[in-house]
């Protein structure tokens, strides 16, 4: 994002906060699995695959936007 | 906003609506905490004044986009209009439709331009240079004053909904909250508050966008959302935008079209999202001017989608909760909930431990990036369009970037003095945001004819912003305080007129006033000679053009885009 001040791109904070909510809500999904929360259409385990849709979107992010890749 | 604090007020003491769990501190702590880390790893690139003030000018198109559209996303605001798509249907979305969309568009081919090649580090700061210090001064204090009293007021506000929501001290929520803000924009200054907006774009989205998809499962599309929406509210039309809005007694807002065209399109959010600087100040941050011109149109197609997580997330709630909300009232008994509770209510509806504190954690880190734009916004104008010019004309950068850093911390301050004296006098809080309502539709006037009519001279500018502002605040109190039955049919063009089309209307006249009263000043002032107006008027600038770019790459190409799309939903949603 900057050439100026070669500061790392936004895009890989972002990243990394997808990355790290997506471990927790998928780990959270998992471990509730056999006893779902009493929310409605929790058998659909929405915790499991959305956390997991986050991993992959905060993964992608930090690895292309990593530091030290001046290209954003 | 002013009906969903009193009401949280209200409410605040009785119930909570949701429990956290473990992992859900988990993600509120770990928000706070990466946020505070991205504050300190930024204080070393605000150096100079550009930097603290204008994150350097070296933001991209899609930074400066999301930023711009974020900035406006606050949480109070997603609160309240997925509370108002509950009560008055999708009619609710021609605020983020019509009511921005041409706007933005319009900001980003017409308007940016001037503000960025005029190096204006403010929206105020053009007004110097395209009319001189009255009309600008004029602007700089009222945009200072109202900023910071805005930013107490929300920042009291979503303490209650803090309370309300999740049981929390009111004093915890707004001292760690707003300590946390004033940390990292004092540390990195625009830089921070832009990448913490950005953070919570995607946490938005992705916090929020689990409820409209696991409604449309329960429902069964958007066929069985209608069916089991008239079902629960039999007679009622709450799926057609432009249907009900032939006269002001056919739909619960009392809007006529006109209201939303003229008021609301034409003027209120051209005023908005072209003369607010909190919203400008991201854009002037865009690295060219091709950037500068793209990012709001980048904007207004992310802008486009947000009814997709407010909007529908209210009109699914019809169709699906149990129970009835009701209006906002004091005192609601157990068990019953309000319009403004939609939100939460769908969110504990669908999301379990994990999925819920990510919500809870959009609704957080929106209101933290709206009071950092706030203070960013008011250490900027401060600086730059009241210290400089009329305190200390000549210190060196590094002094101006102190006094920034200060600002945001002494601005944080008034904030919270604001937020407790809102406690305790809580009709100040309706003064307040009528307050700042009153200054945005003139200015647009202002601006506009500034920048598209080299003849508008220097008192012709001032007088006529005075007057559009002078006209705002008297039709306010006559229709607000004075005699209502009266005035409302006068101004408002029927006795139907509820609250927001008496706004979109005070908008229009306002706006009205502003440009007689400019246009009749300047044909008896003189104007300033051309070369005082090289590139501040249309007529003496030569902008950039773009025979050069490829197609894809021109901001028209995509602001027209935008356009087309626009009336594309107005038609599936007639």
């Known amino acids: 994002m900057s050439e100026k001040h070669h500061i790392i791109p936004v895009w890989f904070f972002v990243g990394l906060l997808l990355l790290i909510y997506g471990v927790l809500i998928f780990v959270s999904g998992l471990t509730e699995w056999a006893h779902p929360p009493g929310t409605v259409l929790a058998e659909l385990h929405a915790p499991v695959w959305w956390g997991g849709l986050l991993i992959v979107l905060g993964g992608v992010y930090c690895f292309v936007f990593r530091p030290g890749k001046t290209s954003c | ?574």
């Open chain 2, 1 to 574: 906003m002013s009906q969903i604090f009193a009401m949280f007020l209200a409410e605040g003491i009785t119930h909570k609506i949701v429990q956290l769990s473990a992992v859900d501190l988990a993600i509120i702590v770990i928000y706070f905490g990466l946020v505070l880390a991205i504050g300190f790893y930024l204080k070393k690139f605000a150096k100079t004044g550009e930097d603290f003030f204008l994150a350097g000018r070296e933001m991209t198109a899609w930074v400066a986009g999301l930023a711009f559209v974020s900035a406006n996303l606050g949480s109070l605001e997603l609160l309240g209009w997925a509370g108002s798509a509950y009560q008055y249907g999708i009619m609710a979305a021609h605020w983020y439709w019509i009511g921005a969309i041409p706007a933005m568009v319009f900001l980003g081919l017409v308007m940016m331009p001037f503000y960025y090649i005029s190096k204006t580090h403010s929206v105020p700061g053009y007004l110097k240079l395209r009319y001189g210090s009255e009309a600008a001064g004029l602007s700089a204090i009222t945009f200072a004053v109202m900023t910071i009293l805005m930013s107490g007021v929300n920042m009291y506000a979503m303490a209650v909904v803090m309370k309300v929501v999740l049981g929390w001290d009111i004093n915890f929520s707004i001292w760690v909250s707003s300590l946390t803000v004033g940390v990292y924009v004092a540390a990195g200054g625009l830089f921070s508050a832009i990448f913490n907006e950005v953070l919570q774009f995607f946490l938005i989205w992705f916090g929020a966008l689990l409820i409209p998809i696991l409604g449309m499962i329960e429902t069964g599309g958007w066929s069985g959302m209608v069916a089991r929406i008239q079902a629960n509210f039999p007679g009622q039309d709450f799926t057609h935008m432009w249907r009900p809005m032939g006269s002001f007694a056919d739909n619960p807002m009392g809007i006529h079209w006109t209201g939303i065209v003229f008021g609301l399109g034409a003027v209120q959010s051209m005023g908005y999202w072209t003369t607010d600087f909190l919203v400008v100040q991201r854009v002037l941050s865009a690295k060219d001017i091709r950037s500068a011109k793209l990012a709001p149109i980048i904007g207004s197609f992310f802008k486009m989608a947000v009814p997709l997580i407010v909007i529908l997330p209210g009109v699914l709630a019809l169709a699906v909760l149990p129970m009835h909300l009701v209006p906002n009232a004091p005192n609601l008994p157990p068990g019953e909930h309000s319009y403004n509770e939609v939100l939460p209510l769908m969110l504990a509806r669908y999301c379990g431990p994990g999925l819920l504190g990510l919500g809870i954690t959009a609704l957080v880190a929106g209101f933290m990036a709206g009071m950092a734009g706030n203070v960013s916004a008011f250490a900027t104008v401060w600086t730059y369009d009241i210290y400089r010019p009329y305190l200390n004309k000549r210190a060196p950068d590094k002094h101006y970037v102190s006094m920034g850093r200060w600002c945001t911390l002494i601005g944080l301050f008034i904030s919270i003095g604001t937020a407790y004296l809102v406690m305790g006098f809580a009709s100040i809080m309706d003064y307040v945001q009528a307050l700042f309502g009153f200054f945005i539709a003139p200015l647009f006037g202002t601006v506009l004819l500034g920048m598209l009519w080299k003849r508008v001279t220097r008192w012709a500018g001032f007088l006529g912003l005075l007057a559009g502002t002078l006209s705002s605040i008297t039709m306010f109190l006559l229709m607000q305080k004075v005699d209502p039955h009266r005035w409302v049919p006068v101004f408002a063009l029927s006795p139907h007129a509820k609250g927001l089309a008496q706004d979109m209307y005070q908008s229009l006249w306002s706006c009205v006033t502003c440009v007689v009263v400019t246009v009749l000043v300047t044909l008896f002032t003189k104007p300033k000679p051309d070369e005082e107006l090289r590139g501040l008027v249309y007529s003496l600038t030569e902008v950039a053009h773009e025979e050069h770019t490829s197609f894809w790459h021109r901001p028209a190409v995509w602001g027209i885009a935008a356009l087309v799309l626009l009336v594309i939903l107005q038609i599936i949603f007639w």
